[in-house]
């Protein structure tokens, strides 16, 4: 079948460290600080899926989700049909006609006889950014700074 659109992200040694004591300390804390470090991922992905896509409906960018798959773990999913734009892009054909019709917000009507679809990534380009960057550490840290300040008061 296809390949999965989703991302697993490691951290190094410090980041791992500081995770674990902090489940140690509570696992709904630890659970708090990876649902923001996926959200701050998330819309990495929207900034760079906006970067490379004009704006139709933005259900394609809705797609891009991330949820709860077990105590401190989330998954970051890319929507269906990504993997077009990500991998090797697309060459389309009609199935049951001699031609592929399509109209135009203006109203034209447009008749081919294929459709290529070129690559272009932006969902693992997106996270490599986020995370070579230092905002994952950065995100990571100032959310574990709010949930110690929480738990103090």
Do not use: W
Request: hydrophobic content about 35%; charged content about 30%; glycine content about 6%.
């Amino acid at each position: 079948m296809g390949r999965s659109n989703g991302i697993s992200v490691l951290f190094d040694q410090e980041v791992a460290s500081k995770l674990e004591n902090l489940a140690k300390d509570s696992p709904q804390m630890l659970d708090r600080v990876l649902e923001s470090i996926s959200y701050a991922a998330k819309q990495e992905v929207q900034k760079g899926f906006r970067s490379n896509f004009t704006r139709r409906t933005g259900k394609f960018e809705k797609g891009i989700q991330y949820r709860r798959v077990r105590r401190a773990c989330f998954r970051l999913k890319a929507p269906s049909l990504a993997s077009i734009y990500e991998y090797n892009g697309a060459h389309i054909t009609p199935k049951d006609a001699s031609v592929l019709r399509f109209t135009t917000e203006g109203g034209q009507v447009i008749f081919s006889k294929y459709v290529d679809i070129a690559p272009r990534p932006f969902f693992y380009s997106s996270i490599r950014r986020f995370t070579n960057s230092g905002k994952l550490t950065d995100a990571m840290d100032r959310e574990i700074d709010r949930v110690m300040k929480d738990k103090e008061l």
